[in-house]
């Protein structure tokens, strides 16, 4: 397998980049690699040499869990400078990205346009009255100012083109060229998992532009996909993006709390990352919706970031970007027992799972895979 | 089509990580200069490695020897301009023996 794409794969609705502009991004992509090196290994010593000792001396015991864990590392150097420089590498490459895609808006605009207008195969369908809920009002989301909703002017798909770029930046390339890696690693672990599962038709939630809801078009090749999100600018983007790279997907703006299919209409439904930007509430009546939309012997898959951590210290690093990339219900979700909300959404507790699901590229680590499968359906 | 510009500020609190915020928000301008100077070292290299005929000039892009000399350049200069943060961490790992103490070894009985 080569290394991580240096850059992203190109189709007709990509944001285009000037020489220096590459430049920029590419040093972008090298500053947050570098976050990853010398400071962050030193972290964990600082951890176990200065601040848990201090922490147990003034407290009588040391560090319970990665609440406390993070008083005791406020006052270590070595993790403010690595967090100031992080926060302020995020700032960076999305302002970077912002202004890049400001540039050149209007084209995007009439590419949108172009495809959408022409022969497609796939469809678009937006709802103005989805409203946006609050888990994705409160904050703007990863610090992107103006986050998925923002719209300036008439087929606005600004927010769908920063997310493409910027979601290559953010992996650095680490997912692939298409940032198609949490779709190719579910598809796999969905054939692997439940060879006997017919699928007929897949609903991805959550799919903002598609990166994730392409590939399981060429997993399952006879199957109609169908995908939501909230974000208008997202979803004609996506479109646009799909029919660039000619793969059939029906867009749809609605919210996956309360979606306008009919109850049974999906042998699959599947999200990736989506569940750690919601909240407790949310995510209940999500995995509630996804158990009406299934059909007997269907089967729910969320393909989240690996949230869950065996020691308080490592959880504290896992949790750094909810108080500080503004992802406020991700510690939330890392605690969370799963298995309730897919039982009393009505799935058979023996049927729930929490899995790793490997990537299929280069990401550092694998996964979390969380589902379930529907009751009946199999002979 | 002209557009209200885009706000630069994230809704939601920015926490600042060093206990002098000003000092912050310097490194984060120093992070952005950084980018400049990467993005001059490569407008340079662009240049000499086209001859600076305009013509070419607007067509090249890197191949892949070419990329991976210039991944080198720019962590070369995020070594130079990151490293007294970098060796801050290296002290963590390998925390030096304090100054008074070897001065006092180095001292010995005598002094």
């Known amino acids: ?379 | 089509m002209s557009l209200p510009p885009l706000p630069r500020a994230a809704r939601g609190e920015r926490p600042f990580f060093l206990p002098d915020a000003d000092v912050e928000r310097l490194l984060n301008m120093v992070v952005a200069l950084t980018g400049e100077v990467c993005r001059l070292e490569d407008r340079l290299d662009r240049l000499e490695r086209t001859s600076a005929d305009p013509a070419t000039l607007a067509g090249w892009a890197p191949d892949a020897e070419a990329s991976a000399e210039r991944a080198e350049r720019r962590a070369a200069v995020i070594d130079r301009v990151f490293r007294i943060l970098e060796a801050d961490a290296e002290r963590v790992l390998n925390p030096p023996e304090p100054m008074d103490q070897v001065m006092r070894r180095l001292a010995g009985a005598g002094e």
Request: include cysteine; hydrophobic fraction near 40%.
């Open chain 1, 1 to 379: 397998m080569s290394g991580p794409a240096t850059d992203p794969a190109m189709h007709s609705m990509s944001p285009r980049l000037s020489a220096d502009e590459k430049s920029l991004l590419d040093f972008a992509v090298s500053l947050k690699s570098r976050l990853r090196g010398p400071m962050r290994a030193a972290l964990p010593k600082a951890y176990q040499a200065h601040a848990a000792p201090a922490y147990a001396a003034a407290h009588g015991a040391p560090p319970a869990g990665w609440r406390e864990v993070g008083e005791a590392m406020q006052g270590e150097p070595v993790y403010r400078w690595w967090s100031a420089l992080a926060r302020a590498q995020q700032e960076y490459y999305v302002d970077l990205t912002a202004s890049v895609v400001d540039g050149q808006l209007p084209e995007l605009v009439d590419r949108y346009r172009a495809i959408a207008s022409g022969p497609v195969k796939g469809s678009l369908t937006l709802d103005p009255g989805v409203a946006v809920p609050d888990y994705q009002a409160a904050v703007d989301i990863h610090c992107v100012p103006g986050s998925y909703f923002i719209e300036r002017c008439e087929d606005d798909v600004w927010a769908g083109a920063r997310s493409d770029l910027g979601s290559f930046v953010f992996t650095m390339g680490r997912h692939g060229g298409l940032n198609e890696d949490k779709g190719v690693a579910g598809a796999r672990f969905v054939k692997s998992r439940f060879p006997d599962l017919a699928v007929r038709d897949i609903l991805d939630m959550g799919c903002t532009v598609g990166l994730s809801t392409l590939p399981w078009v060429d997993a399952f090749p006879e199957a109609r996909v169908e995908a939501i999100d909230l974000s208008a600018p997202s979803l004609r983007y996506g479109h646009a993006r799909a029919e660039a790279l000619g793969k059939e997907v029906h867009f749809r703006q609605a919210n996956a709390e309360a979606t306008p299919y009919p109850d049974e209409s999906f042998d699959l439904v599947v999200s990736h990352i989506l569940l750690h930007e919601t909240s407790r509430e949310a995510l209940g009546r999500i995995v509630a919706e996804c158990h009406r939309l299934l059909r007997p012997g269907g089967v729910m898959l969320h393909i989240e970031v690996p949230v869950r951590c065996t020691n308080p210290f490592e959880q504290f690093l896992a949790n750094w970007d909810g108080p500080n990339n503004n992802e406020p219900f991700w510690p939330t979700l890392a605690e969370m027992d799963l298995v309730a909300p897919a039982v009393a959404a009505g799935f058979p507790a023996e049927e729930v799972f929490e899995a790793v699901v490997p990537t299929a590229f280069h990401k550092a680590g694998d996964w979390l895979g969380y589902g379930a499968r529907k009751a009946g359906g199999r002979s």
